[in-house]
């Protein structure tokens, strides 16, 4: 098992037309989001506006969880889903999706793959599945410890080794901290020889 801290001076941060997005991992690295040509894409945005409108991500699955803030989004004329702190919410990057609210949220993106995303709120143990090739853990909040690693509040620990259990310790009693979780390599590199070339512009 190898755990890789990836720090907050290792992440980009760029304009979108409601307010800034933060990168933390994009997958392959030679990818682009500009593009489109990424399998995963971890990240975290604020919300400035009252009324934003989502950039439409097509074949680009989502999830999505409240840091802080508040937000409702509606999905075209769906009904309106109020979005809970912590709580994941999956949607399509092709719907048309409004949000209300000001925030700061958590984003995974993915296509051509799977992916999870969990919340963790109590400390122990977290499981790294057989199904899944890299586990990246995350909080905002507090510090927190992968066995003997300690992960700073707004850094981002990658795991990537053998499927099985890693410690998890927080000093906190409902540390919140984000587990996702990403499919094996062999399906990666598989998916990535089917991405083609797949462009679409703006951010």
């Not at 975290?44 to 699955?61: C, G, K, N, Y």
């Not at 057989?130 to 003997?148: A, N």
Request: include cysteine.
């Amino acid at each position: 098992m190898e755990i890789k801290i990836i720090d907050e001076s290792q992440f980009s941060t760029s304009v979108w037309s409601g307010g800034k997005t933060t990168e933390m991992y994009l997958y392959p690295q030679d990818a682009s989001y500009k593009e489109r040509n990424f399998l995963f894409r971890i990240s975290s945005a604020t919300v400035e506006d009252e009324t934003s409108v989502f950039t439409r991500l097509p074949d680009i699955h989502r999830e999505i969880l409240l840091l802080n803030g508040s937000m409702v989004l509606q999905h075209g004329k769906g009904v309106p889903v109020t979005l809970q702190p912590y709580e994941p919410h999956a949607f399509e990057g092709e719907w048309e999706t409004v949000s209300h609210g000001k925030a700061t949220d958590f984003n995974v993106m993915y296509q051509n793959c799977r992916s999870f995303v969990k919340v963790i709120s109590e400390t122990g143990k977290a499981v790294l599945e057989k199904t899944v090739g890299m586990d990246f853990f995350y909080s905002k909040e507090d510090d927190f410890r992968l066995e003997q690693t300690i992960v700073k509040r707004g850094q981002l620990a990658m795991v990537t080794g053998q499927p099985g259990v890693v410690k998890l310790i927080s000093d906190e009693e409902n540390p919140g901290i984000i587990h996702v979780g990403l499919p094996v390599y062999r399906n990666l590199h598989k998916a990535r020889r089917k991405q083609g070339n797949i462009q679409q512009e703006g951010i």
